[in-house]
């Protein structure tokens, strides 16, 4: 989940490498045949569509596209514990309102694996913008929508914020999720601090070992207190459980949790990046933010706890689910989207 930020607690960078000896799929857009690196999620696991592979930056990306290669581009961003299957019954629908729908699985998830074994697997919040950007440049997508609840409302909040030439228009459930490390440091009231009680889990090494020794235990004990609402079933958790299988998920889950409350310090190479976030920049682009009524972690309201860091074209609302907004309520997420790109 994103609201809170964390951080990596490992003895100062972030050096997770791969040890499954996975080589990185061919470079190029092909549907993704057979399974990805060892463990990783099977290729089949997305019901709206076939997984495809493409280089973009430091990753070969797994995604799911939807509509007309020509249709206004769509991106649409995930959280945690969750995957692209979050988007599944919103993507045909925003593909048959004309759309070019983009679904990427982030860094660590599903089939996304990094290319090179050396590669530090980084988990800043701007590795996961720069991600994305990078992503787009190679689809040349020059710019498209962006929508996102948890960790992809903070990815998408980035990219608008800095890289406001990239974004058409916003949609970010929970508002403003850019992380703030200083304001991360201050504790918060007793009820809100239990909510958040697995990032500081996350932080031990009891955490990390209970995390891998049970991930898609935990994401199932996460997602039932997320959505006290939602009433999904075990072959619906089942399709998503699959991308924690990545052998890249639990340290990019840990050190990205470890990371937003400072236990380690940031990358220098994203150190003039996140100057600028630490400032909170403002968004200026067309933006429509929604709360969850049910969420734990955003009492529902007007918005008006983030709506000063949104400058332009704005629109507030609050769906009656909890977290993981477009999966409970695909319909109004979906016109939530369209309206945002017609602010």
């Known amino acids: 989940m994103d609201i809170n930020p964390l951080g990596d607690l490992h003895q100062g960078r972030r050096q997770f490498l791969l040890?499954?000896?996975?080589?990185?799929?061919?470079?190029?857009?092909?549907?993704?045949?057979?399974?990805?690196?060892?463990?990783?999620?099977p290729a089949g696991g997305a019901r709206f569509g076939p997984v495809r592979q493409l280089d973009a930056g430091v990753?070969?990306?797994?995604?799911?596209?939807?509509?007309?290669?020509?249709?206004?581009?769509?991106?649409?961003?995930?959280?945690?514990?969750?995957?692209?299957?979050?988007?599944?019954?919103?993507?045909?629908?925003?593909?048959?309102?004309?759309?070019?729908?983009?679904?990427?699985?982030?860094?660590?998830?599903?089939?996304?694996?990094?290319?090179?074994?050396?590669?530090?697997?980084?988990?800043?919040?701007?590795?996961?913008?720069?991600?994305?950007?990078?992503?787009?440049?190679?689809?040349?997508?020059k710019r498209a929508v962006l929508a996102g609840y948890d960790w992809g409302s903070r990815t998408a909040d980035i990219i608008a914020a800095l890289w406001p030439e990239r974004v058409k228009a916003l949609v970010s459930v929970t508002g403003y999720l850019i992380t703030n490390l200083d304001v991360n440091k201050?504790?918060?009231?007793?009820?809100?601090e239990n909510a958040w009680w697995y990032q500081y889990y996350f932080s031990t090494e009891r955490g990390r070992k209970g995390f891998e020794k049970y991930t898609a235990e935990m994401g199932e004990f996460i997602w039932r207190f997320n959505s006290p609402t939602w009433k999904f079933s075990e072959a619906t958790y089942a399709r998503t459980a699959a991308a924690f299988k990545n052998p890249d998920y639990v340290p990019i889950v840990i050190?990205?949790?470890?990371?937003?409350?400072?236990?380690?310090?940031?990358?220098?190479?994203?150190?003039?990046?996140?100057?600028?976030?630490?400032?909170?920049?403002?968004?200026?682009?067309?933006?429509?933010?929604?709360?969850?009524?049910?969420?734990?972690?955003?009492?529902?309201?007007?918005?008006?706890?983030?709506?000063?860091?949104?400058?332009?074209?704005?629109?507030?609302?609050?769906?009656?689910?909890?977290?993981?907004?477009?999966?409970?309520?695909?319909?109004?997420?979906?016109?939530?989207?369209?309206?945002a790109d017609r602010l």
């Open 19 to 41: 040890t499954t000896g996975a080589a990185a799929v061919a470079a190029g857009i092909s549907p993704l045949v057979g399974g990805g690196p060892a463990g990783a999620a």
């Open 59 to 141: 990753l070969n990306v797994g995604y799911v596209e939807l509509g007309k290669t020509r249709g206004r581009p769509v991106i649409l961003l995930h959280g945690f514990p969750y995957d692209i299957h979050s988007f599944e019954e919103v993507a045909p629908l925003l593909a048959a309102r004309g759309y070019r729908v983009i679904v990427p699985y982030f860094r660590g998830h599903g089939s996304t694996t990094f290319k090179s074994p050396d590669t530090p697997r980084n988990v800043d919040q701007a590795a996961f913008a720069l991600d994305i950007l990078a992503l787009m440049d190679v689809l040349k997508i």
């Open 186 to 192: 201050e504790p918060l009231p007793p009820a809100a």
């Open 255 to 339: 050190g990205n949790y470890r990371w937003r409350l400072s236990l380690a310090p940031a990358e220098p190479e994203y150190a003039a990046i996140e100057t600028r976030l630490q400032k909170g920049p403002t968004i200026g682009v067309p933006t429509v933010t929604i709360d969850g009524k049910f969420d734990p972690f955003t009492p529902a309201g007007n918005g008006s706890s983030y709506r000063k860091h949104f400058t332009g074209k704005y629109n507030h609302r609050t769906f009656n689910v909890g977290h993981n907004v477009p999966q409970e309520a695909p319909r109004e997420f979906t016109q939530a989207v369209v309206d």
